[in-house]
Each structure stands twice: as C-alpha cells, then as structure tokens.
C-alpha cells in the first residue's frame, strides 16, 4: 500500500494533519512513538494559551486568524469546546520588543484590544499589580485552548474517516525509495508520496541537521481561591519583567492557577529521558518572585509537569520541505508558542499532500533564513 501522506509524530501539529488529510480525502498513516495524547512530548498540561496580537511578531497573525476560525469550526464538528475566549492581559516593560509587537498586529489587523496602564489593571482585576512603567494590552477574544481534549478529538475523527493510525511504535528513519518516501518502524517499512514530519522537541534523530534545541520546561499549579477563576473575570496573562524574564498563566480552576516561565530552562540530550518536575531543585519556585511581585495573592506550589520545546534559533517557526526532498514537510522549531497554530498547521500540511506546494503565508517560516 503507498499512503498519500504519512505522518511522523502525530502530537499537535501532526494530529491536526491527519484530521485534515483524512477529511479531504487523501489515504493517510499516522505514527507515534506515544498514544497522543501523552505527557511527553509538548501538549499536556490541560490548557494552551491563544493570543492574537502577537508579542512574538505580526508574521503570524495571517495563520492566528485563520487558526482560530478552524478552532470555532472544529468545536462544532467535535461537538465539544475546546476554545475558552476568558480574556489575555499581555503587559510589560514600555517600549520592550514584546509589547512593541503585540501593538502592531493589534493595529495592522484591527484586533479588538484595550491599552491599560499599571493603575487602570490594577483598578479592574485588584489581584493583578504591574510597576507603574509597565503598559499592558488586554485582548478580550484571547484566552486559552484545551490542549489535551482537541489531540483526542483529532484523533478520532481522523480515525472516524478511515485514517491509519499505528500508535507506540517510533520511527526510526526517514528516507527515499523509488521516489518514494520511506518510513522505518519497529513494525516494518511504510511508503507514502508525501511525508510528514512533526516529531516535536526529538525531531533531530530523523533529521540531524535541522536547528532545533529541545529544551525542558516547567508549569506549576499554585493555590489560588475563588478572585483567581474565570467566573470571577480573572484573565489568562503573558508579562514581560524589567529583566527580559516573560511568565504566562491561566485563570485559576478548582483553586489552581497554572503558571510558567516562558524564557530558560535546561537543554535536553535527545537520548536520555526528560528529567521529570522536581527533579531540579528550582523547578517549584522560578515563578515565585515574579508571583510575588505581580500576584501576591497567589498561595504556594501544589505540584507541577516537564514540558519540552523545540527551540529555534530564532524562536519562529520552521515550516518548510527539505532542501532536497521536496516531497518532505518538516514543521518544527515551534519553540514553545505553536498550540494555537495547531489547526493551520494541519491545514498546510493537507494543503501540501494535495496540492505538492506550500503557501505563501509560511514564507518567514523557510529553512533558508538559516543558511542565508
Ligand atoms: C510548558 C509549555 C507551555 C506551553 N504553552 C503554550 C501556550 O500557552 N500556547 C501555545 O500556543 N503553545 C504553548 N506551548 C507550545 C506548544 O505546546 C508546542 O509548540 C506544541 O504542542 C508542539 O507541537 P508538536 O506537534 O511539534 O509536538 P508534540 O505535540 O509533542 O508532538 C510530537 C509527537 O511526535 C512524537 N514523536 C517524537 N519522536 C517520534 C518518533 N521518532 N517516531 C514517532 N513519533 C515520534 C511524540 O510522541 C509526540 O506525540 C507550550 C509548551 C510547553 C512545553
């Protein structure tokens, strides 16, 4: 059997891909080292954000609307909800390259946002205090995805539309035969004209030469009451501190409140295992003096989770087919802000199962920004 499209690491991006590939019709294989979804790769821990005016660059708002149009589709088709719009409040520093960015795609594309000052957050959400030269962005239409929930429903359904699915069995080599591409398992050979690759934070033991660091991350869930909680108004936030440090959250469920520290973290070997939380004597208080600071009223740590990243040099996204095999989509180098894109991304690689191109809005996303 030849697949139209075979997909290596079905986590997020590889998820959506099936989902989508298998709707449109295409004969579809997706492998996973893991059951998706799993702790361990990059998409558990319950909830992701979504922002979109993006502190990360106006490049991406194009794929953050359409992302979030197939988010409210995909709700309908699961018939579950998974997009929660509580609100996001991005502040930081005036002036810093994070807030500067989060102003010019609010304005290019007209998202709804309101600029607060430190005293008027302060004034709205008593539990939220910023220094007084912080500015802040609240996006009403942000909030955060259920991370988790979406990777099982992309799941079934793919599976629902006759998708193969060979799940607990890790690829171990990418390659080429008879024009071709050839997929090596523990399970035997697998052939498809097209391929996938979106193996997450490990992606370098099939392509050793991409530029992806997988670095280990942390989120806590803090003791935090009832003025925390969404029914209380309570936003998802993203803060930049005065020392460049970036920290983001949840509103508090079931008297926890969520939180991570987006910047950091200690690079992983791609053979050994990620070390689990607790494990590095900080992992339970890099977020306390920044809670400190802005959240006073948040309780101790009650217990936490390792992540991983993907990170690129640049922290933009890596979209692109390999320089030679053009038959090959790797989307990589997500570097711990690719959630929210996870529908767009399955979309372009549906796109490129059918079509054989990509589109142009993956332009800024190309492997040659690397090579120059
Ligand atoms: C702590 C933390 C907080 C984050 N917060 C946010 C946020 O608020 N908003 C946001 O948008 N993003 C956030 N992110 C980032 C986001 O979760 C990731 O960018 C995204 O989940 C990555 O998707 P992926 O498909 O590349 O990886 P994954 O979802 O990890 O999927 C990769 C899959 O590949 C499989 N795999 C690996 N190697 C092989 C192999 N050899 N053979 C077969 N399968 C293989 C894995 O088992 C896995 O299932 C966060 C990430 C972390 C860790």
């Known amino acids: 059997m030849i697949y139209d499209l075979i997909i290596a690491g079905s986590g997020s991006a590889g998820a959506a891909a099936g989902y989508y590939a298998s709707r449109a019709g295409l004969n579809v294989l997706m492998i996973d080292a893991h059951h998706p979804p799993h702790k361990q790769g990059a998409h558990h821990g319950t909830s992701r954000l979504i922002r979109y005016a993006y502190g990360e ?4 708002v194009p794929l953050l609307l359409r992302s979030k149009a197939l988010w409210q589709e995909f709700e309908q088709t699961a018939g579950v909800k998974l997009l929660h719009p509580c609100g996001v409040l991005n502040a930081g520093p005036r002036g810093s390259g994070f807030m500067e960015n989060i102003r010019t795609s609010a304005q290019r594309w007209s998202l709804n946002t309101e600029t607060l000052t430190a005293k008027q957050v302060q004034q709205r959400w008593p539990e939220i205090t910023l220094p007084e030269h912080f500015c802040a962005v609240y996006e009403q239409d942000a909030g955060y995805l259920s991370a988790e929930s979406a990777i099982e429903h992309w799941i079934r359904l793919a599976r629902e539309q006759g998708c193969g699915q060979l799940f607990n069995c890790p690829v171990t080599a990418i390659g080429r035969q008879d024009g071709l591409q050839k997929v090596t398992t523990a399970e035997g ?7 996938l690759v979106s193996s997450g934070s490990t992606v370098q033991t099939l392509l050793p030469g991409l530029p992806v660091t997988p670095i280990r991350k942390v ?3 803090f003791q935090a009451d009832g003025r925390y909680s969404e029914n209380n108004h309570f936003p998802g936030f993203s803060i930049e501190l005065d020392d460049g440090s970036q920290y983001y959250g949840f509103p508090a469920q079931d008297n926890a409140l969520k939180a991570g520290r987006h910047d950091g973290g200690q690079p992983l070997s791609l053979n050994q295992p990620r070390p689990p939380f607790g494990s590095i004597a900080r992992d339970g208080s890099e977020c306390f003096a920044f809670l400190r ?10 217990y936490g989770e390792s992540c991983s990243y993907d ?24 570097s711990g802000h690719g959630f929210k894109f996870s529908p767009v991304l399955g979309e372009i690689a549906c796109h490129f199962a059918t079509q054989g191109q990509l589109p142009d809005s993956v332009k800024p996303f190309s492997l040659q920004r690397f090579t120059g």
């Open 57 to 60: 660059g106006e490049k991406y």
């Open 189 to 195: 050979e697998y052939f498809g004209r097209k391929l």
């Open 219 to 221: 989120f806590s869930w």
């Open 293 to 302: 600071q802005c959240l006073s009223g948040v309780g101790g740590c009650l």
């Open 311 to 334: 990170m690129s040099p640049d922290e933009d996204f890596i979209i692109d087919t390999l320089p030679d095999t053009p038959d090959c989509l790797v989307i990589t180098g997500l």
